[in-house]
C-alpha cells in the first residue's frame, strides 16, 4: 500500500492564518530552468553615496537635507501613498458594486544605519537593536495620531523585490483603515480564540482564550528536532510554517507568552527579537553567498482605542513575515505567476527541505560584519 | 470644501469577487524612478528553433517527438506538479493546525501556433479561434475524469511572469479539489445571489437570483462613455475592473447572458471570445511597442458532478483575467511587494486612467500579423 509521504508526494497544506491553501509538488525542483535568471547585484557598494537620497548629509527629492546621524533616521516619505488629512465628502456612486472609501495617513521611511553598503544581515546585535527600538517609537508616535488604525511596517530588501536604493531602510505606512490582510489574519485569529478547542499547554492571551499563533510557536519550539524550525532566542524563534508559500519563506514569532505588538516587548524580548533577526537574515545571506532579497512586514495590533468595533484588538499576536523570491540559486527565482495567481500558491520544495537548508547555514555571515 | 475626485484623491476600492480592497493613490505614477528596470525583450525569434521543445517535430525532455502539428496541439507536461492517481492514505497529524490534503490531477500544455515566433497578438482570428476550440476541448476532456473538481486555464507570456519559453503557449491543470482563488470567488457569487439587492435589468442565471458578473458587466456595458471599457464585441466587453490591481490589469466577460463555462458558448460567442482576446493583446503589444508581458487565467464552473456539496457551479460566470506587470515602459514595472504581500494591494494609477490609455491604443498591431 502506498503511504502518503509529504516529502515527496504532492499535497495541499492549509493556511489557518489566512483560509487558504498551498499546493506542495516536492519533485518539481528537478525539472531544468531556461527562464529568466536575475542579474547579479552590485555586492561593493561604496560606504557613502554621494547620490543616494538615504546617505548622512545629502538631499532629498523634496529639497530637505538629512541630518549627519549616526544610528538609525527617521523622515517622512516625499512621495507618499496616503494624504495626511481625511478628505471629507464621500465618494458619488453609479451602482452599489462601484464602492469607493476615502483612506488617510502617512508614509515614513526608517533608515537602518548611516552606511549605504551595509544591510541587517551585516550589522551588529547593537545596530539591530537601535531598528527594532526606532520602529517601537515610530509604532508608538503614529498610534497616537488621530484616525490611525493601523501601523504597517515592511522592508522591501534588493531590486528583484522592487527596491530602489540599496541604502539600509524600511518603510512604515499609517492607515485610517485596517488593511485587508492584517484584518484577514485578525479574523481567523478571533475565529480560532471562539473555538473550543485547546490543544496544549502554551500560552494563551489574559482572557484564557485560545491563540493560534501561541499555539503554533508554541507546539514548533517544543517539537524535539524541530522540523521547521531555522532558529530559536531564548523568547523568539524562527520558523518555515507548515503553510509557506514562498521557497525560504520564514515567520518570526515571540513563543513564551501571547504579545499584541512590540510596544509590549520587555527589554529582553526586544534584544531577542533583534537576535533572531540577525539569525534568519545571515542565513538568508549564506544560503547562496549574495545579499538575499526578500519582503518583510510586521503583523500585530491594530489601534485599540480606534479599530472598527467589530475587532478584538487583543487577540493579535505579534510576528513577522520575511518572504524573499530566490529559488535554486542567487540568479533563479521562484515565479508566483499564472497558476498562482489564478487559482494557488504553489511552491517546490517541502517547508522542511527550506527549513533543513537554512538551518545548515552558519549563522556568521560569509562577508565580514560591520 | 473639498470634494472627493478618485482621479486625484488617493481612496480605497472593493473587490467585491474576493472581499480584499485597494489602494489607489493616482499621484504615486509622478514619483522618479530609480529601481530595477526589466532586460529588453528579444524582439527578433526565429520561426522556427532547433532547441525549442514546443516547434513541430522537435524532442521534448521526455524523449517524445513532438507532431509536425499546424495549428495547435496538446500534450501533458513532462514535469507535471499534480500526479496523475490520488494517494489514498491520509497523512498523519501532529497537531491539528498543520493540515494536509492529498491532490491529484493532470498538467498539460496547449501550444497555439507551430510558429516560435507569433504571440495571441500577432495570430489571426482564425488562429485565435482555433486556440479557444482546443481550450473547450481540453476543458471537457480533462472534465470527463475521475475525480477532476475544477480545470484552470492560465497563460503565462512573457520571461518577466516567469515564462521559459517564448514558444506561444498556455497549460491547463486539472485538480481534485477547486483551488483557493476560484473558491473564495465562487463564495463570492454565491452570497451575492442570496441577497435580495437586484439593481438592474441585467441578465440573470436560469434561478433567478442576481449574479454579481452578470449585473457588474451589464452596467459597464450599458454606460455611455464607459469609463472603464477597453473594447466591446457583440458577447464580450473587456474592461479595467473598477477594483483592478495591476496597473493595466483586464477583465474579460461576456454581457449579454449568464454563462457558466467555455462549454457553453455557441459559435458566436466563442468568435466573440477570440475577437476580444485580439483587441486586448493588439492593444497591450502597442501601448509600449513591446512584446507585453501578463498573466492570463480563464474562471468558470468547477465540474459539477463531483465539486463539493456547498457550491452550486451554475453560480459561476465564465471571465478572464489578465495581469500584466508594465507600469510606464517596455522596462519599467510595478513591484506588487511589502505593502502589497504585507497588508493590501496598491496602484499608482486609477483604473479609469488605465482603460482610457488603452483605449487610445490602436487595434491594429505595431509589427503585421501573421
Ligand atoms: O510551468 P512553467 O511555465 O515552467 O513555470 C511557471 O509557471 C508555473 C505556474 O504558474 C509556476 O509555478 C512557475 O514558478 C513558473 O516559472
Ligand atoms: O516605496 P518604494 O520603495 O519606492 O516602492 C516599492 O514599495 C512599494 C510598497 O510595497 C510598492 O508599492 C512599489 O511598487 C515598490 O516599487
Same mark, same amino acid.
Given at each position: 500500500?502506498?503511504?502518503?509521504?509529504?516529502?515527496? #508526494?504532492?499535497?495541499?497544506?492549509?493556511?489557518?492564518?489566512?483560509?487558504?491553501?498551498?499546493?506542495? !509538488?516536492?519533485?518539481?525542483?528537478?525539472?531544468?530552468?531556461?527562464?529568466?535568471?536575475?542579474?547579479?547585484?552590485?555586492? $561593493?557598494?561604496?560606504?557613502?553615496?554621494?547620490?543616494?537620497?538615504?546617505?548622512?548629509?545629502?538631499? %532629498?527629492?523634496?529639497?530637505?537635507?538629512?541630518?549627519?546621524?549616526?544610528?538609525?533616521?527617521?523622515?517622512?516619505?516625499?512621495?507618499?501613498?496616503?494624504?495626511?488629512?481625511?478628505?471629507?465628502?464621500?465618494?458619488? $456612486?453609479?451602482?452599489?458594486?462601484? %464602492?469607493?472609501?476615502?483612506?488617510?495617513?502617512?508614509?515614513?521611511?526608517?533608515?537602518?544605519?548611516?552606511?549605504?553598503?551595509?544591510?541587517?544581515?551585516?550589522?551588529?546585535?547593537?545596530?539591530?537593536?537601535?531598528?527594532?527600538?526606532?520602529?517601537?517609537?515610530?509604532?508608538?508616535?503614529?498610534?497616537?495620531?488621530?484616525?490611525?488604525?493601523? $501601523?504597517?511596517?515592511?522592508?522591501?530588501?534588493?531590486?528583484?523585490?522592487?527596491?530602489?536604493?540599496? #541604502?539600509?531602510? !524600511?518603510?512604515?505606512?499609517?492607515?485610517?483603515?485596517?488593511?485587508?490582510? +492584517?484584518?484577514?489574519?485578525?479574523?481567523?485569529?478571533?475565529?480560532?480564540?471562539?473555538?473550543?478547542?485547546?490543544?496544549?499547554?502554551?500560552?494563551?492571551?489574559?482572557?484564557?482564550?485560545?491563540?493560534?499563533?501561541?499555539?503554533?510557536?508554541? =507546539?514548533?519550539?517544543?517539537?524535539?528536532?524541530?522540523?521547521?524550525?531555522?532558529?530559536?532566542?531564548?523568547?523568539?524563534?524562527?520558523?518555515?510554517?507548515?503553510?509557506?508559500?514562498?521557497?525560504?519563506?520564514?515567520?518570526?514569532?515571540?513563543?513564551?507568552?501571547?504579545?499584541?505588538?512590540?510596544?509590549?516587548?520587555?527589554?529582553?524580548?526586544?534584544?531577542?527579537?533583534?537576535?533572531?533577526?540577525?539569525?534568519?537574515?545571515?542565513?538568508?545571506?549564506?544560503?547562496?553567498?549574495?545579499? =538575499?532579497?526578500?519582503?518583510?512586514?510586521?503583523?500585530?495590533?491594530?489601534?485599540?482605542?480606534?479599530?472598527?468595533?467589530?475587532?478584538?484588538?487583543?487577540? +493579535?499576536?505579534?510576528?513577522?513575515?520575511? &518572504?524573499?523570491?530566490?529559488?535554486?540559486?542567487? !540568479?533563479? %527565482?521562484?515565479?508566483?505567476?499564472?497558476?498562482? &495567481?489564478?487559482?494557488?500558491?504553489?511552491?517546490?520544495?517541502?517547508?522542511?527541505?527550506?527549513?533543513?537548508?537554512?538551518?545548515?547555514?552558519?549563522?556568521?555571515?560569509? &562577508?565580514?560584519?560591520?
Amino acid at each position: 500500500d502506498l503511504v502518503f509521504d509529504p516529502s515527496s #508526494h504532492t499535497h495541499r497544506r492549509y493556511n489557518p492564518l489566512i483560509d487558504e491553501y498551498v499546493l506542495v !509538488s516536492p519533485h518539481r525542483n528537478k525539472r531544468p530552468w531556461l527562464g529568466q535568471t536575475e542579474p547579479p547585484q552590485q555586492v $561593493v557598494l561604496p560606504e557613502f553615496d554621494p547620490a543616494c537620497y538615504l546617505c548622512p548629509g545629502n538631499k %532629498r527629492a523634496g529639497g530637505q537635507s538629512n541630518p549627519r546621524y549616526t544610528k538609525t533616521f527617521v523622515f517622512e516619505n516625499d512621495f507618499s501613498a496616503l494624504p495626511s488629512s481625511p478628505i471629507p465628502t464621500a465618494p458619488s $456612486v453609479d451602482h452599489p458594486l462601484l %464602492r469607493a472609501e476615502p483612506i488617510h495617513g502617512s508614509c515614513d521611511v526608517v533608515v537602518f544605519h548611516p552606511r549605504h553598503d551595509v544591510t541587517l544581515a551585516r550589522m551588529s546585535l547593537d545596530g539591530l537593536l537601535n531598528v527594532v527600538e526606532e520602529w517601537k517609537r515610530v509604532y508608538e508616535y503614529r498610534s497616537s495620531k488621530p484616525g490611525i488604525k493601523y $501601523v504597517q511596517i515592511f522592508e522591501n530588501k534588493g531590486s528583484m523585490m522592487g527596491c530602489s536604493n540599496p #541604502h539600509p531602510h !524600511s518603510q512604515v505606512w499609517s492607515l485610517s483603515e485596517i488593511p485587508s490582510i +492584517a484584518e484577514k489574519e485578525l479574523r481567523a485569529l478571533t475565529k480560532y480564540s471562539l473555538s473550543e478547542i485547546a490543544h496544549s499547554d502554551s500560552p494563551r492571551p489574559p482572557n484564557g482564550n485560545p491563540c493560534l499563533l501561541c499555539e503554533y510557536a508554541h =507546539f514548533e519550539a517544543n517539537t524535539e528536532n524541530g522540523p521547521r524550525v531555522v532558529a530559536k532566542t531564548n523568547h523568539w524563534i524562527a520558523l518555515v510554517p507548515w503553510w509557506a508559500v514562498w521557497p525560504f519563506e520564514v515567520l518570526l514569532l515571540p513563543y513564551r507568552r501571547h504579545i499584541c505588538s512590540i510596544s509590549e516587548l520587555t527589554p529582553e524580548e526586544t534584544a531577542c527579537f533583534a537576535q533572531i533577526l540577525s539569525e534568519v537574515t545571515v542565513r538568508y545571506d549564506n544560503l547562496f553567498s549574495c545579499s =538575499f532579497a526578500y519582503s518583510m512586514g510586521i503583523h500585530q495590533s491594530p489601534i485599540s482605542s480606534k479599530a472598527s468595533g467589530d475587532i478584538d484588538t487583543s487577540i +493579535a499576536h505579534l510576528h513577522v513575515h520575511l &518572504l524573499p523570491p530566490l529559488l535554486r540559486s542567487a !540568479s533563479v %527565482r521562484k515565479f508566483l505567476v499564472g497558476f498562482e &495567481l489564478m487559482a494557488e500558491p504553489q511552491r517546490d520544495l517541502t517547508p522542511e527541505q527550506g527549513a533543513a537548508r537554512l538551518r545548515e547555514c552558519s549563522s556568521t555571515h560569509y &562577508l565580514s560584519s560591520i
